[in-house]
């Protein structure tokens, strides 16, 4: 928890206003721990500015911030992805933003945690581990985890990279994640391979 200089000085009889204080924070506690926070932040005269709980997963873990390009190395999530795969990104983009066309990350990097946290969510949404391996795969196999894969945007950038990501050596994966781009450098000479219907027939999955 962070919080600023105190936003104001109390005034009053002291002994009456700890009671008052004390009273107030005991009925807050059955209301959970982060209501407890504010309010004992509050009774203490400070600004609350920012609460962080243990276990959360933002930009160092590889969350994405809107608005986040392929130029972006301030954000893990692009810095953190293999050099080639960035540097073959890097000059699609350039050579689509001369028709227009801008590309966003909408993943990149991530880190195992953050990984690991998508695999439950999707196993949560889907209802089982094998639907779940349809499109969100485990720390230890995903390319996300290793750097070498990123989710583009919008679905001008899609339209885009499918007519000529080839070209730069940067394909289509999986058949049912047109967004989903990985470097194969072989493609520049003979065109991209065929594509799995989903992450599931993908061999490196299943290692």
């Known amino acids: 928890m962070t919080c600023s ?14 009671v008052t204080t004390t009273r107030r924070i005991r009925r807050t506690l059955a209301a959970g721990p982060r ?14 500015v920012r609460v962080q709980y243990h ?15 392929v130029f972006d190395d301030e954000v893990p999530a692009v810095a953190n992805l ?3 795969l960035l540097g073959a990104l890097r000059e699609a983009a350039k050579d689509a933003a001369n028709d227009g066309v801008e590309f966003f990350v909408n993943s990149g990097w991530r880190s195992p945690e953050y990984q690991n946290r998508l695999r439950r969510e999707a196993v949560s949404r889907y209802g089982s581990e094998k639907e779940a391996a349809r499109w969100v795969a485990t720390p230890g196999t995903s390319p996300h985890v290793s750097g070498n894969a990123v989710d583009i945007g919008p679905s001008e950038a899609k339209a885009w990279l499918s007519e000529h990501g080839a070209r730069y050596g940067l394909c289509q994966i999986y058949r049912n994640e047109p967004w989903h ?9 003979h065109g991209c391979p065929p594509m799995y219907p989903d992450p599931s027939h993908d061999p490196r999955m299943r290692q």
Not at 11 to 18: A, M, N, V
């Open 82 to 84: 293999d050099p080639a």
């Open 55 to 69: 276990g959360t997963l933002g930009e160092a873990d590889g969350a994405v911030p809107r608005g986040t390009t």
């Open 181 to 189: 781009y990985e470097l194969r450098p072989e493609a520049v000479e």
């Open 5 to 18: 200089e105190p936003a104001r000085t109390t005034t009053g009889r002291l002994p009456g206003g700890l």
């Open 35 to 48: 209501v407890v926070i504010a309010a004992v932040v509050k009774a203490l005269g400070y600004r609350l």
